[in-house]
């Protein structure tokens, strides 16, 4: 399909109308990937669970939601976006009623498990917004999309907060099931979606080797926090992941239709933002994810700590992703005006003037506040750019495989950044306390700046398209009812 698909078909509904439905459904993925965080202790007390398998809730949404992005994002290239986006939804729906339903932990992380397919939405969305909207409102658009799945996350753990302090923990889940299907009916009025005409088979072998092998590597990286990486289960469960990779690498590049298309990769620029995104996730996305909190939340005795409350540092991280949920189309639209190598080369040098502010302002909540700000805005244009850099290298009837990738990968390398910095903070510490020491935290801001400005050097040598799409497919599309 050729990249001006958005121009030569043309949607009956308003532009703000498809745009506000592809965010509602956006939101609904965000949400589901943040609403447990908070609820983890009330498990643990309904169930008389150890935190190890109560854990198991967010593990078992990560890992199909991981394989959801890349697989159900090539089906809905195949099969037609809007249709696999309802599907998704409704799936996810039957998720969060089994969790509700069940009178037993097991039930609970079944549950989460179905629903873990939200991670497919996302990419659907970027496909959408390609497909429907003209080219020059695509990087606004992505850029939208992708602050609003930032904002709905942020905002998951207070309103899931709120539902457990004056209801009970099963009304998390009644409020998914709720939002779902109101997505789902929302999603069915947006226009007829294209699919691919001609497709020999369906790559079935693709998608079930893809599926555990991100499963075992993110699986080993979640566990190694509590494992160790020099653990045998942390080496072995990775090395077993990276080992079935190979195995589904060679069979992707040895078929005609792959499920995911590997040679697409291969090009220069994606391969450039595809490491960008690894560095970027090990730094700014993965280790602020669980320092700035932390920091926040530490006693005012420990080395490092402001001694708020878990309510007020809640409540200031919603406040920060607020603001980077504005930014966002700021960023799309120096994505369109400029390319988005240049909000990509903004948002690295926001990531390291927000590392530089963690080293010298962290001792005050005023100086949180400003290296927060510093970052959240450095998210935004990450989280912005780095799909409209996926959308201007592939076809269009890649969009949601390749942002899918895109997304599993940045996954993948925030749980190695998370650990790392884990790894740091605990290898240091002050002797008679678990408190790490002031000189381990610099280690980590080190970390961030350091990673930043790998993925600034990444982004300098990414070459600005011409205006037609790199590696144009001529495969013909049809329509989907």
Known sequence: MSSEVSDSVRPLRPLSVIIGILLFADIVSG????????????????????????????????????ASAAVCGRLGDIYGRRRMLILLLLISAIGSIISVSTGTLIGVIVGRAVQGVAGGILP????????????????VAVAVIAGSAMLAGASGNIIAGALIDTLDWHYIFIAATGVALLAAAACTALPRSTVVAQVARIDWIGAVLFAPAIALVLFGITNSKSWTWMD??????????IALFGLWAWWELRIDSPMINLRLFFHRNLMLTMFATAFLAIGTMGS??????????????????????????????????IVGFLFSPVSGWVSARAGSRRALIIGTVFAMLGAVALSVLHTTVAG?????????????????SLPNLVVEAVPAENTSEATGVNAVARQAFAGIGTSISTMILSMSVVPGTNFSTESAYLQVFALIGVCSLAALLLALLIRTPARKVVGESKTSLARAN
Not at 124 to 139: I, T
């Open 124 to 139: 659907l969305c970027f496909g959408l917004a390609r497909e429907y909207l003209p080219k020059e409102r695509v990087p």
């Open 288 to 321: 602020t994810g669980f320092l700035l909190p932390l920091i926040m939340q530490n006693p005012t005795t420990a080395p490092v700590g402001l001694g708020l409350s878990p309510t007020a540092a809640g409540a200031l991280a919603f406040c920060t992703a």
């Open 368 to 384: 949180m506040i400003v290296a927060a700000l510093f970052l959240t805005m450095a998210t935004s244009f990450i989280l912005s």
């Open 31 to 66: 949400f589901e990937s943040t609403m447990m965080f908070t609820a983890l202790p009330r498990l643990m007390t309904a169930f008389d669970a150890s935190p190890a398998d109560v854990s198991w809730v967010l593990t078992a949404f990560l890992l199909t939601a991981a």
């Open 232 to 241: 045998s289960r942390t080496i072995g469960t990775i090395l077993a992941g």
